[in-house]
């Protein structure tokens, strides 16, 4: 019997706080890989999902300096491979600690971390405007309590933090309490939608940025973060092909989940998130499975893959419930920190 190819997902953040990470791995067969969980906190219950991981290390938070250190001796001690992101700071963290991981045999499916910055300091408005792609009426939030603002905003509106985070907004008084949240990352912008017409689609490319396969989805239900918790695929070449030029045009590589509005004959760009969506999970009702193929593109071994999509009419739904992680919980007692 062949080893397991062993593959990580950084960040499992599950329940309400949920990020993709736990969800990655769970789409993974275990008789083909062996699965390990990169957590950041100790009460992360992304560790408790039955069947989704083999294994689970702690790591320091992405922004300590001890991270890429102890990220290099768990990839080792592991015999990591492969490390996905398992949330969108996750990918720009795996892109500054590329350079580092060549050299212990494992990869990444996202290489540059220059598009990665570009957008959380320029921002996604910007960026899409200068490459002249069509986007929602962004614009930005003054630091401060008080919106000002030169047009009347229809509502809701999608606040949008320069780390990826969202807020929903209904009113001026909830637009103010959504800035407050996510201004700590700096830069927030805004961006009225309707969310009957909102869509998200999910790209993989390998690093020449050759389209390995994608996804499109509409959310039937989500939270006031637009994090959706209940959609169905669909069939959407124009949104696809929409979403192509975007992450062409942005010069990303590896997955990458886009949100957009539909507006006449066009698909105008909403936001843009390295890594994968909550839904990803549907790769299991059908059609190409993304997320092996963005394995293969970490390994460099996407030479031979066609681009093909997921089929339309696959379900995804998630529940969660507020709870408190026990810490003495057998699972969490024995998760091993590495520094």
């Not at 769970?26 to 950041?40: F, H, N, S």
């Not at 001796?73 to 963290?93: D, F, M, Q, W, Y």
């Not at 957008?119 to 899409?128: E, F, W």
């Not at 929903?168 to 309490?177: F, K, L, P, S, T």
Request: with cysteine; aromatic share 4%; charged share 25%.
């Amino acid at each position: 019997m062949s080893e397991l190819l062993t593959v990580a997902a950084l960040d499992i953040r599950d329940g309400p706080e949920a990020v993709p990470g736990a969800s990655v791995l769970a789409t993974l067969d275990p008789r083909r890989y062996r699965r390990v969980g990169l957590a950041l906190d100790r009460n992360e219950p992304g560790v408790l999902r039955d069947g989704a991981l083999d294994a689970a290390v702690l790591l320091p938070p992405l922004d300590d300096p001890r991270f890429s250190g102890a990220l290099v001796a768990t990839i080792l001690r592991e015999k990591i491979r492969v490390v996905l992101p398992g949330s969108a700071p996750a990918a720009t963290a795996l892109t500054r600690a590329a350079p580092l991981l060549q050299p212990c045999g494992c990869g990444t499916p996202i290489r540059d971390a220059a598009p990665l910055e570009a957008l959380a300091q320029v921002g996604v408005g910007d960026l899409c405007r200068r490459f002249g792609i069509p986007l929602g009426r962004f614009f930005e939030l003054p630091n401060d309590d008080v919106l000002q603002t030169s047009v009347e905003l229809p509502w809701p509106v999608l606040l949008i933090g320069a780390d990826g985070r969202r807020v929903r907004a209904g009113d001026e008084w909830e637009v103010i309490h959504g800035r407050r949240e996510l201004s700590s990352a700096g830069r927030v912008s805004a961006v009225p939608v309707d969310p009957t017409r909102l869509i998200e689609a999910f790209l993989v490319t390998d690093a020449s940025q050759r389209l390995l396969g994608g996804a499109a989805a509409r959310v039937l239900s989500d939270d006031s973060r637009q994090r959706p918790w209940m959609a169905v695929t669909v069939d959407n070449p124009e949104l696809l092909e929409a979403a192509k030029r975007a992450v062409l045009a942005l010069d990303l590589t590896g997955p990458v989940t886009l949100l957009l509005q539909w507006e006449g004959p066009a698909h105008q760009i909403i936001d843009v998130v390295p890594g994968f969506p909550l839904w990803i999970e549907v790769v299991l009702g059908g059609g190409p499975h993304l997320v092996e193929r963005a394995v293969a593109a970490a390994l460099g071994e996407a030479e031979s893959v066609k681009p093909e999509f997921t089929p339309a009419g696959i379900l995804f739904s998630q529940s969660f419930e507020d709870f408190v992680v026990d810490p003495d919980h057998p699972v969490l007692s024995k998760l091993e920190s590495v520094v």
